[in-house]
């Protein structure tokens, strides 16, 4: 059962957008997808409140009467979004069970350094061998000064870049309704789904 985290200790750089949307592209493929939020704010479980009951399932944790929280059973897929400020211990709990890290940050210099020390810190970690790491880049402009920033940043680092996802209302729009651009017309979201393709393509390695 692949488990993919979602991970950045800085907070705003889009986690619960590509948590979303990656539950979604796995749902749609017809797994069994359950999408779980390890931040407070509980963001996921207020999406998945809102997703319409006929499209393709994605499911949240089950809580029993101990109030033990686990993935539902027959789950094939796991996609976990993770807290600001995910060091120590908390890291270390996730990182046991992963076997894709993927972290997302925008092409700011507050992301950028940030975004540097949670790489180096992965990097460190124990099962860093085991846990395939990938960047996404989110909501970036091609052509800027801030995306030139980035693309410079991404060199300094080994962690391969996934993919770039530009600046768009799409996702905004989408996860109003608890929905993913895989629950909607492709031709709606065409330019969208085309960017996914090599962070589709990586995710198939878990």
Same mark, same amino acid.
């Given at each position: 059962?692949?488990?993919?985290?979602?991970?950045?200790?800085?907070?705003?750089?889009?986690?619960?957008?590509?948590?979303?949307?990656?539950?979604?592209?796995?749902?749609?493929?017809?797994?069994?997808?359950?999408?779980? +939020?390890?931040?407070?704010?509980?963001?996921?479980?207020?999406?998945?409140?809102?997703?319409?009951?006929?499209?393709?399932?994605?499911?949240?944790?089950? #809580?029993? &009467?101990?109030?033990?929280?686990?993935?539902?059973?027959?789950?094939?897929?796991?996609?976990? +979004?993770?807290?600001? $400020?995910?060091? $120590?211990?908390?890291? +270390?709990?996730?990182?046991?069970?992963?076997?894709? #890290?993927?972290?997302?940050?925008?092409?700011?210099?507050?992301?950028?350094?940030?975004?540097?020390?949670?790489?180096?810190?992965?990097?460190?970690?124990?099962?860093?061998?085991?846990?395939?790491?990938?960047?996404?880049?989110?909501?970036?402009?091609?052509?800027?000064?801030?995306?030139?920033?980035?693309?410079?940043?991404?060199?300094?680092?080994?962690?391969?870049?996934?993919?770039?996802?530009?600046?768009? &209302?799409?996702? #905004?729009?989408?996860?109003?309704?608890?929905?993913?651009?895989?629950?909607?017309?492709?031709?709606?979201?065409?330019? +969208?789904?085309? &960017?996914?393709?090599?962070?589709?393509?990586?995710?198939?390695?878990?």
């Amino acid at each position: 059962m692949p488990v993919i985290v979602v991970a950045n200790p800085k907070g705003g750089v889009g986690k619960s957008t590509l948590s979303t949307n990656i539950a979604g592209y796995f749902a749609s493929a017809g797994h069994a997808v359950m999408l779980g +939020d390890v931040d407070r704010q509980q963001s996921t479980r207020t999406w998945l409140s809102m997703r319409p009951p006929h499209l393709a399932p994605i499911t949240g944790w089950d #809580v029993n &009467q101990d109030e033990v929280v686990r993935p539902p059973k027959g789950t094939t897929h796991v996609v976990l +979004d993770t807290p600001a $400020g995910l060091h $120590g211990k908390r890291l +270390d709990a996730v990182m046991k069970i992963a076997d894709q #890290v993927i972290v997302p940050l925008q092409p700011s210099i507050f992301d950028i350094h940030a975004t540097h020390a949670f790489v180096r810190e992965l990097k460190a970690h124990k099962r860093n061998d085991k846990v395939q790491v990938g960047l996404v880049g989110m909501r970036t402009r091609e052509g800027t000064i801030s995306a030139d920033q980035l693309h410079k940043f991404l060199e300094t680092l080994d962690v391969p870049l996934v993919a770039f996802l530009r600046d768009t &209302q799409n996702y #905004v729009h989408l996860a109003a309704r608890g929905l993913t651009l895989w629950d909607v017309a492709p031709s709606r979201v065409q330019r +969208d789904l085309e &960017q996914w393709q090599p962070l589709t393509h990586w995710l198939g390695r878990a």
